[in-house]
């Protein structure tokens, strides 16, 4: 950020000056890129936080794709083999079930356009607040590890386990 010398403190001013495309001819802009597999998260429905939320954000884009030659070890039927399988773990674990019971309380919230008058029900919905707050710290305290490396949680397990999934599957292909 440039500051001018003695200039009082009126905001800020933030420029895009750069515009990045992949090799599909995609932009990056407005849409990140697309996971093929997506864990649920309750960042994904924060309001505010993507570039997309901005008021003047440059819109998604396309050029000409370059020539580029995809893997041929990924293809769509390996991606839907890895998703299928993820998917499955995903609706058996509690760990997962609870971020999504967590996104479903959050969009319930959101939605609500007003607040409890009565004191009784607004100190229920305080203290129903308080305890999800209380049992985000539990879980923060489960996955606190090591500070120099990456803290292990059931994301970065499931992510583990989809590279399992794909290196058997590329070891049962090549086999054949």
Same mark, same amino acid.
């Given at each position: 950020?440039?500051?001018? +010398?003695?200039?009082? +403190?009126?905001?800020? $001013?933030?420029?895009?000056?750069?515009?990045? !495309?992949?090799?599909?001819?995609?932009?990056?802009?407005?849409?990140?890129?697309?996971?093929?597999?997506e864990?649920?998260? $309750? @960042?994904?429905?924060?309001?505010?936080? /993507?570039?997309?939320?901005?008021?003047?954000?440059?819109?998604?884009?396309?050029?000409?794709?370059a020539?580029?030659? @995809?893997?041929?070890? #990924?293809? +769509?039927?390996?991606?839907?083999?890895?998703?299928?399988?993820?998917?499955?773990?995903?609706?058996?674990?509690?760990?997962?079930?609870? #971020?999504? /019971?967590?996104?479903?309380? !959050?969009?319930?919230?959101?939605?609500?356009?007003?607040? +409890?008058?009565?004191?009784?029900?607004?100190?229920?919905?305080?203290k129903?607040?308080?305890?999800?707050?209380?049992?985000?710290?539990?879980?923060?305290?489960? @996955?606190?590890?090591?500070?120099e490396?990456?803290?292990?949680?059931? !994301?970065?397990d499931?992510? $583990?386990?989809?590279?399992?999934? !794909?290196?058997?599957?590329? #070891? #049962? /292909?090549?086999?054949?």
């Open positions: 950020m440039f500051r001018l +010398p003695n200039a009082p +403190p009126l905001g800020a $001013l933030k420029l895009t000056i750069q515009q990045f !495309y992949r090799p599909n001819g995609d932009s990056t802009q407005n849409r990140g890129v697309v996971a093929d597999i864990l649920p998260s $309750l @960042t994904n429905h924060l309001e505010g936080i /993507a570039e997309s939320d901005l008021d003047y954000a440059l819109p998604f884009d396309q050029i000409r794709a020539q580029f030659q @995809t893997a041929s070890d #990924v293809d +769509p039927a390996v991606i839907q083999y890895l998703k299928g399988r993820s998917e499955e773990r995903v609706k058996n674990s509690p760990d997962f079930q609870k #971020v999504k /019971a967590d996104i479903e309380r !959050y969009l319930a919230q959101r939605e609500k356009k007003t607040v +409890p008058l009565m004191e009784e029900k607004f100190m229920a919905q305080v129903e607040l308080n305890a999800d707050k209380e049992e985000e710290k539990r879980l923060k305290a489960l @996955t606190e590890g090591n500070e490396g990456i803290k292990r949680d059931y !994301y970065l499931e992510v $583990l386990q989809i590279m399992v999934d !794909y290196l058997q599957h590329r #070891v #049962v /292909a090549q086999a054949r």
